[in-house]
C-alpha cells in the first residue's frame, strides 16, 4: 500500500512541476530585479538594429542616426571604421555626465586617418537641459539655446565637444581633429526633426 501512495505523491510532484515550469524565468528575473541586478526589463520599444527607426521616430541604431549625405561622407573619409556600442559618452564633463546619469541608447565611435568621431544618443530628465546651462560654462563651455534644444560646446585644441539636450533626449559628439561639414546640426536635425 506505501508504494501506491508513493507513486501518487511522485504524480502530484511532476504535475506541480510541469504547471510550474513556464514560471521559471519570470521567478528568475523578479529575484535578480530585487536583488539588483536589472538584467534585461521589459521594453515597449524596439532593440537597436530592429529597424530604421525606434517608437517615437527616434533612430534605432548608428547607421539611421547619419542622413544619406552625411553617412556617404563619413564612410568615403580615408580609413573611416564605424563601431557602434553602449558605452557612456564620451565627455570632458564627467561631473555632469554622472549628475543626469544618461541612459545610453547607443554610441557610435569612428576612427579615421583624419581623427575621431563619438557620438551618443541617450535619455536623461527632462530638466537636463537647465541643469547644463547652469553647469557647463563653469567649464569652458558655451551654451545657447538651438530651437527648443540647449547646445553646449567647447573647443580646444582641435576637439570640439558638444552637448545638446531637449524633451528627455541628450546627444552628445566629440570632434577630435576631424569635422565634417555641419557634424552636429545634421545629426540634431535627424533626433529632433525624427
Do not use: K
Not at 537636463?128 to 538651438?146: D, H, M, Q, Y
Amino acid at each position: 500500500m506505501a508504494w501506491i501512495v508513493g507513486l501518487v505523491c511522485a504524480a502530484v510532484v511532476g504535475t506541480l512541476v510541469w504547471i510550474a515550469a513556464p514560471l521559471v524565468p519570470a521567478s528568475i528575473t523578479f529575484v535578480g530585479q530585487q536583488l539588483g541586478q536589472q538584467g534585461n526589463p521589459p521594453t515597449s520599444e524596439p532593440a537597436a538594429g530592429a529597424g530604421d527607426e525606434a517608437a517615437g521616430g527616434l533612430p534605432a541604431e548608428c547607421r539611421d542616426l547619419y542622413g544619406d549625405a552625411l553617412r556617404g561622407t563619413l564612410m568615403r573619409t580615408a580609413d573611416a571604421v564605424l563601431t557602434p556600442s553602449t558605452e557612456p559618452p564620451v565627455s570632458s564633463a564627467r561631473g555632469l555626465v554622472d549628475a543626469l546619469a544618461p541612459q545610453v541608447t547607443y554610441t557610435c565611435d569612428w576612427t579615421s586617418a583624419e581623427g575621431t568621431l563619438s557620438t551618443t544618443l541617450a535619455t536623461v530628465p527632462a530638466d537636463a537641459g537647465a541643469i547644463a546651462e547652469t553647469a557647463l560654462p563653469a567649464l569652458g563651455f558655451t551654451c545657447e539655446r538651438v530651437a527648443t534644444r540647449t547646445r553646449c560646446v567647447l573647443e580646444a585644441d582641435g576637439r570640439v565637444e558638444t552637448i545638446e539636450t531637449a524633451g528627455g533626449l541628450w546627444v552628445s559628439s566629440v570632434e577630435d581633429g576631424w569635422h565634417p561639414s555641419s557634424y552636429v546640426d545634421r545629426i540634431a536635425e535627424t533626433v529632433w526633426a525624427g
